[in-house]
């Protein structure tokens, strides 16, 4: 089912239910798309709306960890990837020691493989992604210590 044909489907959902707002979001190789419906009834919305606010807040705190030490940051949105090839070892694991200029990770993106080089000598403390996960711009990969 397309996308489009989703939403159109959930407006229909959420008229039948009497639900005046959705946010739907659907993630693709190089970026997010989002869409906010929102129907014409009134009475509802304030209760959907402080649910929703609340939801938010609870998925901003699962959302964004605590991170102890230098979060090393993806440059661009692509998909990260742990190894040079599938089946290969991992760049780095916890607990690796890092060099500055070692490849720790690389970044598809647009087709191009792109290295993700440490900026600074030290120990691999936490991997904050997993292996083929899409990734946003300036979103901590991995945190060296």
């Known amino acids: 089912m397309?996308?489009?044909?989703t939403v159109?489907?959930?407006?229909?959902i959420m008229d039948d239910m009497g639900i005046t707002e959705?946010?739907?979001?659907?993630?693709?190789?190089?970026?997010?798309y989002?869409?906010?419906i929102h129907l014409s009834k009134q009475q509802?919305?304030?209760?959907?709306?402080?649910a929703a606010t609340d939801a938010k807040q609870e998925n901003n705190k699962?959302?964004?960890?605590?991170?102890?030490?230098?979060?090393?940051?993806?440059?661009?949105?692509?998909v990260v990837y742990?190894?040079?090839?599938?089946?290969?070892?991992?760049?780095?694991?916890?607990?690796s020691a890092v060099k500055a200029g070692d490849t720790v990770a690389l970044v598809e993106a647009m087709k191009t493989f792109n290295p993700i080089k440490s900026d600074k000598d030290g120990v691999v403390k936490e991997i904050l992604v997993t292996d083929g996960a899409a990734v946003e711009f300036d979103q901590p990969l991995i945190v060296i210590e």
């Open 82 to 95: 742990l190894a040079p090839e599938p089946g290969a070892d991992t760049f780095v694991s916890v607990g």
């Open 34 to 36: 989002r869409k906010h």
């Open 44 to 50: 509802v919305a304030t209760t959907v709306a402080v």
């Open 62 to 78: 699962q959302t964004k960890p605590v991170i102890n030490g230098y979060a090393l940051k993806s440059p661009m949105v692509g």
């Open 2 to 5: 397309s996308f489009r044909a």
């Open 22 to 32: 959705l946010n739907l979001e659907r993630q693709f190789l190089f970026g997010v």
């Open 8 to 12: 159109e489907s959930m407006s229909k």
